[in-house]
C-alpha cells in the first residue's frame, strides 16, 4: 500500500475510533422523525390565534348560555363544620351539572349575582368575596379580578367541554390554550375593574370554576375560586 493511501487509510481509522469513544462516553438519543415534527408542531402552534378563533363565537357563548345557577349547585353540596366534603358525595353533583375531566377534577360552568363583601388585591392574583343571592351556606364564593390569572388554573379551558386534549399535538399545545384564555380573561374581562369600584356594589357574572379530587377521599370545600368571563357592576 502506498505511503500516502496508508495515512489517509489510518486518518480514518483515528477519526472513526474517536466517534466510537464520543458514543461510549456520552452516549446518543434516537428521535424518529414523527416526534421531530411534533416539536416542530408545537414550536409553531399559536395559541392566540386558536383563542381569537373561538372567543366570540363559542368560548364565550357556550359559558353564557350553559352556565347553571351558582346556588343550585352550592345548595347541593353540604359540607361539614369544617367544610370538608367526601370525593363521594360531590361525583353525582359533577355529574349532573357540571364535566369529570380524565385527570377526575370537577369542572363546572357557573352564573350568579351577589353583593361584593371585601376585595383582596394584595397579590397579582387578586380575588373579591360574593354574598351570592339565595345562598346562606357556609362555602365562600371568591371570583378572580386580575391582574393574574393563576397558571395553574385551566376551569374555562375544562369547563366548556368542546376545548379536548385529543384535538392538539401534545401536553404543551394543550397548556398553552388554557394560559392564553387566563390571559385574555385577565385583559378583556377583568381588566377595568377597579378595587375601588367594586367594594359593595353588586355584580353579575359568569364563568368556571374546579374542584380537584385526584387521589381524594376528602375535598376542601370552604371556598370555591371562580374565573368570569363576564363581569357586570350594578349599584
Sequence with gaps: MPPKTLLRSLAWIIVIL?????????????????????????????????????????????ITSKSV????????????????????????IANQYGLITEGEAQVYMVKGSGQVVSVDTSSNTGTMDIQLQGYSGPIT???????????????????????KFGDFQDQTQ??????????????DVLGSLREEDLSGKTISFAGAFTIRTFNLVTIDLSQIKIVPITVTVGD
Excluded: C, M
Design 18 to 62: 474517536g466517534l466510537l469513544a464520543a458514543v461510549w462516553t456520552f452516549g446518543f438519543t434516537v428521535v424518529s422523525i414523527h416526534e421531530v415534527q411534533q416539536v416542530e408542531q408545537s414550536q409553531t402552534f399559536d395559541p392566540v390565534k386558536y383563542v381569537d378563533g373561538i372567543w366570540d363565537s363559542k368560548l364565550v357563548p357556550t
Design 69 to 92: 345557577d351558582l346556588t343550585t349547585i352550592l345548595s347541593a353540596i353540604h359540607p361539614n363544620e369544617n367544610g370538608h366534603v367526601k370525593k363521594d358525595q360531590l361525583i353525582p
Design 141 to 163: 364564593v371568591r371570583l378572580f379580578v386580575g391582574p393574574i390569572i393563576p397558571a395553574d388554573n385551566t376551569s374555562i379551558r375544562d369547563a366548556v367541554g368542546f376545548i
Design 174 to 187: 394543550y397548556g398553552k390554550v388554557a394560559s392564553e384564555i387566563n390571559k385574555r380573561v385577565a385583559k
